[in-house]
């Protein structure tokens, strides 16, 4: 009568069980190292950041509201609107990138 069950080759199963093991350590490791280097980037505090976005929004001509700022000059345009605009947008995405 035939052996109704065989008996496997399973020599591999500790090398699996070991190199899923190594791969979680490798993960669990790189994931320490990412927050290690977010704890490590410099932050400011919100009311810093705050008062720092009022200060230039107070100190910089915004051409978009003339009944506060006046009437830019055609040449002017393009020179104070849209380079301070980006200045402002890098500022803040970087602020909110911070703290994210």
Do not use: H
Not at 12 to 28: C, G, H, P, T
Not at 41 to 46: A, G, L, S, T
Not at 51 to 72: A, E, H, R
């Amino acid at each position: 009568m035939p052996a109704a069950y065989e008996i496997r080759a399973g020599g591999d199963v500790k090398n699996k069980k070991q190199s899923m093991a190594d791969l979680k350590l490798r993960r669990l490791n790189e994931l320490n190292m990412r927050l290690k280097e977010d704890l490590e980037r410099p932050r400011i505090r919100v009311s810093e950041a705050s008062m720092s976005l009022i200060q230039y929004c107070n100190s910089t001509k915004d051409f978009m509201v003339p009944s506060l700022w006046g009437q830019v000059i055609k040449s002017n345009r393009l020179l104070f609107g849209i380079s301070e605009l980006y200045m402002v947008l890098i500022d803040v995405s970087l602020y909110i990138g911070r703290q994210a």
